[in-house]
């Protein structure tokens, strides 16, 4: 077995792995670079030479590998892995791979230059680690064969160091004279694959194809999650983003319909939280089954929760150096596959920023990443919902609710999204028109259609209200836990904001004032002598709504169609009002035509 540490002369170690071609002095440089349409590995990487390139000593003897290090890299992880395999009789794990491999690379080649260094080392063996615990390696044996290859290799091997033993290495295992692909020639993808290379570039003009042959879209969700598509969730924090994923996967589970909004499939779902423990999400899950009154036991087997904290996910990272890039990471491969295996149909990813290693300011890192999800998306057929944070208001602003450009970070992020949704709290302004009292008003979340490619923005926005749900865990003398849940709200109609006695008694007041030469401002403020609130106190005294519900109500019978009231402006002087001053007359005609006659 190879030791880990062990390090092998340069040559000694080609001849102990010839048929892995991990000799670096033939001048073959391994198997070709991926092609620009596979999901992982696609690092913007200088162009390597034809073959390793060793240095030249002071004596004439041959140094280390100047060029050509990647192929040398890869050849090298390529066949520890391969001697890993059979001597453990399992697939190796990246670090495992990477712990036995690092010391032959590092001491045959030149890390004084930058870049093809430990972490690049270290981030393909896992790669290289994932993909042969999958299949994936194109011409890579089985693990049986693997196994049955090592212990002939180690059979051969006793038999060459047998006393009078031909000195010669030994001979490449039956069965293994095909080369190991580093990647797949395509992304992964069901259906019948595409022919191999690039494809030709031209146009391709309309044919005759009618409309009913064109597929409907793939929608799961709403108008927010489609099948094969990437969609987006901005917010700011402490919003309810994980809130609504949450329970949007609890709708999507079951096929309940939780917030109003059409399930238009129903099927396997998952909430991957790279902040938050497990533990915390399951309360989340328990408090939302509890508030909807959903059965456990509707979800098992179709919601999958996992924790970064357990596990972190991460599909591209930045490399280090000078000749580094961003590189997709073998995670992005390892989703693609889970959500296949579990038939997942929508998957959030909580938060965005958690599952890579980029610079979130860069457009083309950020397109990078982003392009990952699509592809995975794209080859899965699930929905995928990345939720995502706001960058800082302006100075002595807010955010636009709706605005997609509020999202942190680089543009490319909301570009690479085809729908996209803005959650924010409810303002000042919007409870003032709702009628909404500031202790309620901290509890509402708005959310607005920020961008939509594939449909027509909803009418209006969706309002949510945050409910604090006891989900019964107590344990001795611990207290049971409470959790927010999100659910549907409504704001209250007008005419249910008051009882027709007192909007009577309120209209009277308006007209007695208005006969009497002292009528009301069409303004509330403290300053104003005349404001209508003053009517409110007056006709209720004792029980006076607040400002925010007189000022939805006067709103109300101004614009209403036809209007109760309207402003008069008075052409003399009165005891109490200026001439030139505008108040409020009631139309008494058009109260009476609906239906509010006075007590």
Not at 41 to 57: H, L, M
Request: proline share 8%; charged share 25%.
């Amino acid at each position: 077995m190879l030791e880990k540490g062990r390090v092998f002369a340069f040559e000694q170690f080609a001849k102990l792995f010839a048929h892995m071609r991990a000799d670096p002095a033939d001048g073959n440089n391994g198997p070709s670079r991926p092609t620009n349409g596979e999901i992982l590995n696609k690092a913007t990487v200088p162009p390597q030479v034809a073959g390793p390139v060793r240095a030249t000593t002071g004596l004439g003897l041959s140094g280390k590998v100047v060029d050509g290090r990647e192929g040398y890299m890869r050849d090298t992880l390529m066949a520890v892995a391969s001697e890993l395999t059979g001597a453990l009789e399992r697939h190796p794990t990246g670090e495992e791979i990477g712990d036995a491999a690092w010391p032959q690379y590092e001491a045959h080649v030149d890390l004084s230059r930058p870049g093809r260094g430990r972490d690049e080392f270290y981030a393909k063996a896992a790669y290289l680690a994932q993909r042969l615990a999958t299949g994936a390696v194109g011409g890579a044996p089985t693990l049986a064969e693997a196994i049955q290859q090592y212990r002939a290799r180690q059979q051969e091997r006793a038999r060459q160091e047998a006393p009078g033993a031909h000195p010669n290495g030994p001979p490449p295992p039956p069965g293994s004279n095909g080369e190991w692909k580093w990647e797949d020639d395509e992304p992964l993808k069901a259906g019948p694959q595409p022919r191999q290379g690039p494809q030709p570039f031209g146009l391709t003009p309309v044919g005759a194809t009618a409309a009913d042959g064109i597929p409907p879209r793939n929608w799961i969700y709403g108008r927010h999650l489609i099948g094969g598509f990437v969609s987006l969730t901005v917010a700011p924090g402490g919003t309810g983003k994980t809130a609504l994923v949450m329970a949007e996967a609890v709708a999507i589970a079951t096929g309940k319909p939780l917030f109003g909004e059409t399930v238009h499939e129903t099927g396997p779902v998952s909430h991957y939280n790279l902040e938050d423990p497990l533990d915390e999400l399951r309360r989340r899950l328990a408090g939302i089954l509890r508030h909807f009154k959903v059965d456990i036991r509707e979800v098992a087997g179709q919601l999958y929760l996992n924790s970064g904290r357990d596990r972190e996910l991460i599909v591209a990272k930045k490399l280090t150096g000078i000749g580094g890039g961003v590189v997709a990471m073998p995670d992005a491969d390892a989703l693609a596959a889970e959500i296949k295996r579990h038939g997942i149909i929508a998957l959030s990813i909580d938060p965005f920023v958690r599952s890579h290693y980029v610079n979130e300011n860069d457009n083309a890192e950020v397109d990078f990443v982003a392009k990952i999800y699509g592809q995975i998306a794209n080859c899965t057929g699930a929905a995928i919902d990345l939720a995502h944070h706001v960058r800082k208001p302006p100075a002595g602003g807010a955010h636009a609710e709706g605005d997609i450009n509020q999202a942190r970070g680089a543009s490319s992020m909301a570009s690479a999204a085809r729908a996209a949704r803005t959650l924010s709290p409810m303002s000042l302004d919007d409870a003032a028109k709702l009628g909404v009292p500031e202790e309620m008003r901290r509890g509402l979340i708005r959310v607005d259609d920020a961008k939509a490619n594939m449909a027509p923005p909803r009418a209006r926005a969706m309002w949510l209200r945050f409910h604090s749900v006891d989900i019964e865990n107590a344990v001795g003398l611990k207290m049971s836990d409470h959790v927010g849940v999100l659910a549907p709200w409504t704001p209250t109609p007008v005419e249910a904001l008051m009882l027709p006695a007192d909007q009577d008694a309120v209209l009277k007041e308006f007209d007695g004032a208005f006969v009497a030469g002292n009528g009301y401002s069409p303004y509330n403020r403290d300053k104003e002598p005349r404001r209508y609130g003053l009517a409110f106190e007056r006709a209720m005294p004792g029980r006076t709504p607040g400002k925010s519900i007189q000022a939805r109500v006067v709103k109300h019978w101004l614009e209403n169609t036809p209007p109760l009231l309207e402003k008069v402006q008075l052409e003399t002087k009165t005891p109490t009002v200026k001439a030139g001053r505008t108040v409020l007359c009631v139309l008494w005609e058009n109260v009476h035509a609906a239906g509010k006659e006075p007590l």
